[in-house]
């Protein structure tokens, strides 16, 4: 018992600091299935989800896209769910991810989820940052991100409704490079670590907001069928609170080994 609490603390010791000093909120959606409206899980949260429940719902994959729960979107809302930050996020550079899955249906022209940044709650978001899936209908172009506008740009080859269960990660980074608004917003698809200095898509305008209190998803133009998972939301101020060390995952494994070697062993 003693070796198996040794070899806890010993993994969480050394991913902790690097893992959550510059994690400002996450949520892994590990509620009981049913209604996100109201949940409180997650961490740097000032409060619980608003959603709008004919749209949304906690489910259990078919096809796990990190746990064993996700948000399912089903239905077309600016503020299909949203929350507020537990302090105002003031920085130069906040990185964004969260999983996203297709489950069912398929994209097609315009089909939008995004996930957009904020300070209020109201409208339809589009003069604020935006990132996620808006399909052009073309079979290459699905993700996307923007500072402001109806527009955006593309990850190259980002087709990711060309088949249902398959998990992808989208991360993005809000900047400025002085005080005042944010200027910048930059977007990888399923990023390894190294990818920090290439983005694969880059939009560069006024955000409008120069902090950020409220966050949420916004769906629109889905059809009846079309199912859209989200999971491991993640608001950091670090690439690596993001993207994960393939040191850390290495020895996160290794102290599971060991977990299992001292279970054996009793």
Same mark, same amino acid.
């Given at each position: ?153 593309? /990850? ?6 060309? &088949? %249902?269960?398959?998990?992808? +990660? @989208?991360?993005?980074?809000?900047? =400025? $490079? ?18 920090? /200095? ?6 560069? &305008? %006024?955000?409008?907001?120069? +902090? @950020?209190?409220?966050?949420?998803? =916004? $769906? ?47």
């Amino acid at each position: 018992m003693k070796l198996r609490a040794s070899i806890a603390a010993f993994v969480l010791a050394v991913l902790a600091p690097g893992a959550s000093a510059a994690l400002i909120a996450s949520d892994q959606f590990d509620y009981a299935q049913g209604e996100i409206n109201g949940q409180l899980g997650g961490a740097g949260w000032a409060g619980a989800w608003t959603a709008n429940t004919g749209a949304t719902q906690v489910v259990t994959p078919g096809v796990a896209l990190n746990g064993s729960r996700a948000l399912q979107i089903t239905g077309n809302n600016d503020n299909v769910a949203y929350r507020q930050l537990a302090a105002a996020f003031t920085g130069d550079n906040l990185f964004v991810s969260f999983l996203v899955q297709i489950d069912s249906g398929s994209l097609t022209a315009n089909d939008f989820v995004a996930l957009w940044l904020d300070t209020v709650t109201s409208g339809a978001h589009t003069d604020r940052p935006n990132i996620g899936i808006k399909a052009d209908g073309s079979g290459n172009n699905d993700v996307f991100v923007r500072t402001n506008g109806t527009g955006g740009n593309f /990850a190259p080859e980002g087709n990711i409704g060309s &088949g %249902n269960d398959v998990t992808h +990660q @989208i991360v993005g980074r809000l900047s =400025r $490079s002085v005080p005042g608004n944010y200027t910048r917003f930059d977007l990888w698809l399923d990023p390894v670590l190294a990818d920090l /200095a290439t983005p694969d898509a880059s939009f560069t &305008g %006024n955000a409008g907001i120069s +902090q @950020i209190t409220q966050i949420g998803f =916004r $769906s629109a133009n889905l059809d009846s069928g079309d199912i859209v998972l989200v999971d491991d939301l993640r608001l950091a101020t670090e690439w690596t609170n993001v993207v994960p060390e393939p040191a850390s995952v290495a020895l996160l494994g290794l102290g599971l080994v060991g977990l299992g070697f001292a279970r054996r062993r009793r």
